[in-house]
């Protein structure tokens, strides 16, 4: 486990340095959102997973922090950790955020509630998928139901992850992908892989036969944390799409609806409004944390986006595969060596280590959670 950081941590009223904000692993980042949401006098709250812990044996905590009266009827809610090791992202800005004037002054009849760490089990285990594997920003379905169908993921599941992560492997892979997108076009191969599918629990995209702890860990927050909210304000923080180190907003308001104006009200009509994620039509998307939240929360106003940092573009998809692929295939022909630096690979995908992009991701991520809150007040 990792003990206290010895960086300085900033003080409040400041924007950090981005080495101040972003966290060596998940048991570093706990540490520091701690410390710096007591430092402004937020509570804060813990659920521990009951079976499962980090790689070293210690505890998996949700940790959730608040800051303003627990009767506000406005909340800002901002989420860490939906796709497990993205959150050193979403963790830093949720710090750096903490560190500004703001969180010592909220506007009157409003609290903020940060959820750092959704799915601990992802991000302490360095994958973005939960301790089931699956994706829990497509758990959020009505599991009592038939599943929505992923014809088209069901033709290319064979071929994705390839058996041996070598260049004639993916060269293979590739291929089969490649094949099916001059059938059917760009927009349906990045649908097939990208909206979620409930057949194959290993895997891309994998939606779960249940609920997800997280996921139910995400409605008792909410009850408990969010019982006198009337108007939410949402932010779920992922890292992927976009330009790099860029911010790309996927607003899932209904179309034209009070809410959707909000967002882009308070970020520019420009950012919210017909998003293209790497260009191609928005998939279908199934069971998002998003939509759990306005689950848990009826008779309730949420408005906001997923927040997505880019990386690198299109290619994060081999990522993704990647991930899979250490996960369930890299046994096959263990090398603990090759499976290091692969994994170092990963992270770098969805968090890339250039200090460039960190620095951009903590400087937007302070903007974008000052507009949402001072947006909100004015709702």
Known sequence: MSTASTVEAPLPGTIPEYWQAFSRDYADARLRFIAQAQSVGASVHSYTHPDKTT????????????????????????????????GAAGSAAQIGWLATGSARALPADTNVVLIHAINPYGWSHQTRTTENNVDLNRNFVDHSKPYPPNDAYDLLHPHVVPAQWTQAGLAAATAAVDAFRKEHGADATFNATASGQYKYPQGLVYGGEQREWSNLTL??????????????????????????GEPFFLCFNEEGSEEQQQAASWWGRERVLD?????????NYQGLVFRGVEQFLPGRQVAGAVVEFGTRGRQVGEALRLDQW???????AADATR?????????????????????SVLSHGIHITEQALQGLASW
């Open 326 to 332: 250490l996960r369930f295939k890299s046994s096959q």
């Open 275 to 283: 998003q293209r994620p790497h260009g191609l039509a928005r998939p």
């Open 55 to 86: 790689p070293d044996g210690q505890p998996l905590r949700i940790d959730v922090a608040r800051l303003g009266p627990a009767d506000a009827t406005r909340t800002l809610l901002l989420i860490s950790g939906t796709h497990g090791l993205e």
């Open 219 to 244: 409605e008792t927050i909410l009850r408990e944390h969010l019982a006198q909210s009337q108007k939410v304000a949402l932010i779920d923080w992922h890292t992927g799409i976009g330009e790099y």
């Open 339 to 359: 499976d290091d630096i692969l994994r170092h690979d990963l992270i770098d995908a969805f968090v890339p280590y250039a200090s460039g992009w960190r620095q």
